[in-house]
């Protein structure tokens, strides 16, 4: 079984804070992925990698940047928090698509609450 | 622009009562469609792929069917345990790498 763990369930920081939110994977996967979820928005990309030091970013990066430094982990880091970044994080990792698999696999998510 | 929309959002079922969700999808050239369970708090629980309009895929007392337009996910009896948030995403076979997300479908199944 595919198993993404992430640091913390539950995250509460002060405004202007540095959050560093880390995603291991145990599968070997090259693409991870974080998303935030939001009532009535759904998940939305923050950003992906497709292998180590690569990145891409997704819908919403503002705020955000990210480090892969070992293929099983994946950080998600908020440079000065601000309180509309409370929210769920949800950290994903996804097997190579030359095994013919799309689909994505799923952390447990970090809750951050921005005070 | 890719979308999906989910409906109900919300429903509720008697134990044992069958029904179906809805996930209606625009994209340009669908790579896969996606089915996952979302429990309180939780991350989400992967489901079904479907790849191609006139699939199904079964797992105990849920189906997923497409076409070319939607794709429903068919409850047979359900029990209070099958409450959750059923959430639906797509692919597309251009574009970037990630999966669109519709907003869900709340499921409560009361005994």
């Known amino acids: 079984d595919v198993k993404v763990t992430q640091s913390s369930r539950y995250l509460v920081k002060r405004t202007g804070e540095k959050v560093f939110l880390e995603c291991v994977q145990d599968?070997?996967?090259?693409?991870m992925f974080w998303y935030r979820q939001d009532p009535g928005l759904g998940l939305r990309l923050i950003y992906f990698?497709?292998?180590?030091?690569?990145?891409e970013k997704g819908d919403i990066p503002e705020g955000y940047s990210v480090s892969r430094e070992k293929k099983e982990r994946f950080s998600l880091i908020l440079e000065s928090a601000s309180t509309n970044q409370t929210s769920m994080y949800l950290c994903?990792?996804?097997?190579?698509?030359?095994?013919?698999?799309?689909?994505?696999?799923f952390g447990p998510g970090t809750r951050l609450t921005v005070t | 622009e890719d979308q999906v929309t989910q409906s109900p959002e919300a429903l509720r079922l008697q134990e044992g009562e069958s029904s179906s969700l809805n996930c209606s999808y625009t994209?340009?050239?669908?790579?896969?469609l996606f089915w996952y369970r979302q429990d309180p708090g939780k991350g989400p629980e992967f489901l079904f792929t479907?790849?191609?309009a006139g699939e199904e895929k079964e797992k105990e007392r849920l189906k997923a069917t497409l076409t070319k337009k939607e794709s429903f996910l068919h409850i047979t009896a359900p029990k209070p345990e099958d409450s959750a948030t059923y959430l639906c995403?797509?692919?597309?076979?251009?574009?970037?790498?990630?999966?669109?997300f519709g907003t869900g479908t709340r499921l409560t199944v009361i005994p």
């Open positions: 994209v340009s050239g669908l790579r896969g």
């Open positions: 994903a990792s996804r097997p190579p698509i030359r095994q013919g698999s799309y689909e994505q696999y």
């Open positions: 990698s497709y292998d180590v030091k690569m990145k």
């Open positions: 995403a797509v692919q597309a076979v251009t574009g970037a790498n990630n999966l669109f």
């Open positions: 599968m070997d996967h090259e693409n």
């Open positions: 479907l790849y191609s």
